[in-house]
């Protein structure tokens, strides 16, 4: 094997699941959604109605949010357990480096710098993607969720909550999509097939451009992740387990609870009955 | 008839010469003939000369009225009834000669031709009447023989028990000619008649003026028919017991958009009730109602595309399942008196509260209601507005809820029409917007079986009693939370805010809205900006990289 073709690892099983999660639930809530947000345009509607009409549609996405926010509560579950358990360096909080690789890879591209910014496991354009998943998928479920459940929401919060709700839902939308599509893929799909989510690995040659400093590390003899004695491992883990439980346990509920428990308005709007033929005693001439 | 007598001048002298002779030897032979006939009825010259004729003639057929004549000229006699009655037998033949049945004036016709020759063989035999009114009717029976088409049934028919027969008005032997009754001549018999017996007419002039255009008519158009049915006070009872009155207001005949005095197209009354002629056939309704039913179809003659329409409708498959009071043509727009519908404006609305006055009080102190009605406002919806004319559809069904919102923007989107009453047209489009107006109207506009639960305009706003949103009293801004839970059991008093009012958002209304919108039409143009700006420089990077390394090819 050529150092070219050498592959290094990159994202465990669980990543790798997640970003499945994620994808499926991202797709089946962009394609259900954003035609709701854009019902009057022509496309909007047709593609409603090719998907079986607009309560099929309200129901599909409503069942896909769940699975994204079990993919969220899953992933602050495996976040939780690097963070307490393996206590892992937090490789993805954004840093001052980041600012100066952006300026650095602007000024490369134009050619005003020789070298391409050398970015540790995840650079800052992935960081950036993370981040605005995350807040993205936050604002998603909370604003989400007020929309859901408008009836409770209102007990407690002002009433225009909900129809600003729905615009920054709208919104958040528009630019969730069109980040993916503009960023992501042209990230991962377009500039040069990122295969590492679907195998784990990347390549040699996408590893020194992109995540130069962990390609050193790695060549270094250095563990792609950080190993702990078994024993100290066993007993962390036990408190995480049970921690997991209640709190993930907890969470969950709470989901489930959030989607199922409003019912916001009646189902039949009752027919009023009204004495139609009245004729008058007397005919106005 | 005088051509008669002319004929048998010579025959006649002959007669009386023999007849003096014969008189010598016959005379004791024939006195039992004259005691039979009730004594000196007849002198014997009269007798003879009956008997001669009847020889020469054949028995049986008086020939003509020579032999009546003989006798009937000149006498004194009388005929007496049973009941005591008695009528002169003696005949004004002069008058009888310048009668309508008289030689003179028409065809003329022999006594014979009433007096039946078999009952008037002479010698005359009883006539079998109790009393002179008897005789009277049995007598006019005989007019049908020639005048088919009598107008009997203006009068008590010979089967009343107070019959008005032919010679009552008429007369028997003086009968005078339609002309003479166009002019007015015989009117005086009715009118006294008429006076005595209290019964309508009473109007000598008037009444001419019914026999001339109406019994004599020779085409039947309205004023033929209007001549009997513009009197006041007629009546005509159907089987069922019901009474209409039959009279026809001709000023509103007139007036009515069929009337002669407007510029549509003048109807007859026969364009409707078919050639009618008096006496008028048998009324096959048996009640006013069936009338009703049997006669509105003759609308579709002429107005066949607005029929068609009113069968299809709510009115048209309600008279289909049998209900007999859906409301036809003439319910809506009457019969005789058929005016422009919807002039003034309020006639519509007036027009359906004849049987949905339930609706029409409900409407009439809604906001359209109270300016169609108190101010003739020329744009408020009437009934029709909403519910349409001739093609009236079930309001009731999904599909007219699902549509009613498009319904309501036909006027409030209508940004000439709303600016006059200063009323906002972003009431649809905000209605669209939102999650009942895009569920609604996008996408249940169109199933008709689709019982939608979210809310269309008049959920809110009421359907015919719709007010204006901030009116003191019912209102919809009174208490909005009171309707929101109409739908929503459990809405607090948050909850009406989440409604944007049809405001479209901005600082004022809606202004978490509003700066939601601002904050994503900065942000979003920002971040793909910034996405955009680092994938362009990469590209021309990799474009720059890539033919670089071909230059180096190339050397």
């Known amino acids: 094997m050529s150092e070219k073709e050498k592959q290094y690892p990159r994202f465990r099983i669980g990543a790798r699941i997640e970003h499945i999660l994620l994808l499926t639930s991202f797709t089946i809530l962009a394609v259900t959604g954003l035609p709701q947000r854009f019902a009057e345009t022509t496309i909007g509607f047709n593609m409603i109605n090719w998907m079986g009409g607009i309560e099929t549609v309200r129901i599909v996405h409503r069942y896909a949010a769940f699975l994204l926010v079990f993919g969220a509560i899953y992933h602050m579950m495996t976040t939780a357990y690097r963070f307490f358990v393996k206590r892992e360096r937090m490789v993805m909080a954004p840093n001052f480096k980041d600012i100066q690789d952006v300026k650095d890879f602007v000024l490369f591209n ?53 129809p600003a709700a729905l615009a920054a839902h709208g919104w958040e939308a528009i630019l969730a999509v069109s980040a993916v599509v503009l960023w992501h893929f042209y990230n991962v799909l377009i500039k040069k097939f990122n295969p590492s989510m679907w195998t ?21 003899g250095g563990s792609p992740w950080p190993e702990l004695d078994r024993p100290v491992l066993a007993r962390r883990r036990r408190m995480f387990v049970i921690a997991s439980l209640i709190f993930g346990g907890l969470l969950l509920a709470v989901a489930v609870w959030a989607f199922t428990f409003e019912e916001t308005a009646i189902t039949t709007v009752p027919r009023i009955t009204r004495e139609v033929f009245v004729p008058l005693a007397t005919p106005i001439p | 008839m005088g051509s008669r007598i002319e004929k048998h001048r010579h025959k006649f002298l002959w007669l009386i010469l023999s007849f003096v ?61 049973p009941s005591g009655e008695s009528n002169p037998v003696i005949v004004d033949f002069e008058t009888l000669d310048s009668s309508a049945h008289g030689g003179l004036t028409g065809p003329g016709l022999a006594c014979t031709e009433c007096h039946q020759a078999a009952d008037y063989q002479f010698p005359h035999e009883d006539l079998g009447m109790a009393d002179f009114r008897e005789y009277e009717i049995e007598r006019s029976a005989v007019c049908e023989r020639c005048h088919l088409q009598t ?37 005086s018999v009715c009118v006294d008649c008429h006076i005595s017996l209290e019964v309508g007419i009473d109007d000598p002039v008037q009444l001419t003026q019914i026999i001339r255009d109406g019994l004599f008519t020779p085409e039947v158009d309205s004023q033929y028919c209007l001549s009997c049915h513009r009197q006041p006070g007629l009546t005509f009872t159907f089987e069922n017991g019901d009474e209409i009155s039959i009279t026809i207001d001709e000023e509103d005949f007139l007036n009515s958009v069929h009337g002669d005095d407007n510029p549509w197209q003048p109807l007859e009354c026969t364009n409707c009730h078919g050639r009618d002629t008096y006496p008028h056939g048998p009324v096959g309704a048996g009640s006013e109602r069936e009338y009703t039913l049997e006669r509105y179809r003759f609308c579709a003659e002429c107005h066949e595309r607005h029929y068609e329409h009113t069968i299809d409708s709510v009115h048209g498959r309600a008279l289909e399942e049998g209900n007999m009071e859906a ?39 809604s906001i359209h209601g109270e300016a169609l009605l108190q101010d003739s406002n020329p744009d408020v919806p009437t009934c029709i507005d909403c519910h349409g004319v001739h093609d009236i559809d079930d309001p009731t069904t999904a599909q007219a809820r699902n549509r009613s919102p498009e319904l309501c923007s036909g006027c409030h989107a209508d940004e000439n029409l709303m600016a006059q009453y200063d009323i906002s047209t972003d009431v649809f489009d905000t209605y669209v917007a939102d999650f009942h107006g895009t569920t609604v109207t996008l996408f249940e506009y169109q199933d008709p079986n689709l019982e939608t639960n979210k809310a269309v305009c008049y959920d809110c706003h009421g359907v015919h009693n719709i007010k204006q949103p901030d009116d003191p009293d019912a209102g919809i801004k009174v208490n909005l939370l009171e309707t929101c839970r109409q739908c929503h059991p459990d809405a607090s008093e948050n909850f009406p805010d989440a409604w944007t009012s049809h405001f479209k958002p901005s600082l004022e209304h809606n202004p978490m809205v509003f700066l939601v919108d601002t904050f994503y039409e900065i942000f979003i143009p920002l971040t793909l900006g910034f996405f955009a700006f680092l994938i362009a420089t990469d590209i021309y990077r990799r474009v720059r990289v890539r033919f670089r390394v071909r230059i180096k090819k190339n050397d």
């Not at chain 1, 992935?126 to 007020?146: D, N, P, Q, R, S």
């Not at chain 1, 784990?200 to 270094?220: I, N, S, T, V």
Request: with cysteine.
């Open chain 1, 200 to 220: 784990g690995k990347l390549p040699y040659d996408q590893m020194e451009e992109e995540h130069y400093l962990e390609l050193e590390r790695l060549e270094a």
């Open chain 2, 327 to 365: 409301a036809v043509c003439t319910d809506c727009h009457g019969a005789h008196d058929t005016v422009t519908p919807n002039v003034p404006r309020e006639r519509i609305s007036e027009t359906c509260r004849q049987c949905h006055s339930g609706i029409f009080d409900e409407y009439k102190n």
């Open chain 2, 21 to 81: 002779i014969l008189s010598i030897f016959g005379v004791f032979l024939l006195s039992p003939a004259a005691a039979e006939n009730g004594g000196a009825l007849i002198n014997n010259d009269q007798l003879i000369a009956i008997s001669l004729i009847q020889e020469e003639e054949g028995i049986g057929y008086p020939p003509d009225d020579m032999a009546c004549r003989l006798c009937h000229a000149d006498t004194d006699q009388e005929i007496v009834f």
């Open chain 1, 110 to 162: 134009l050619g005003i710098e020789d070298e391409h910014p050398k970015m540790y496991k995840f650079n800052f354009g992935e960081k950036l993607e993370y981040w605005a998943v995350v807040w993205g998928t936050g604002v998603m479920i909370i604003t989400g969720l007020f929309l859901l459940d408008p009836v409770a929401t209102t007990s407690i919060l002002p009433g225009e909550l909900i």
């Open chain 2, 151 to 187: 107008h009997l049934t203006s009068h008590p028919g010979d089967d009343s028990e107070t019959p008005i027969v032919c010679t009552d008005c008429h007369g028997s032997h003086e009968v005078i000619t339609s002309d003479q009754w166009q002019v007015g001549e015989g009117t």
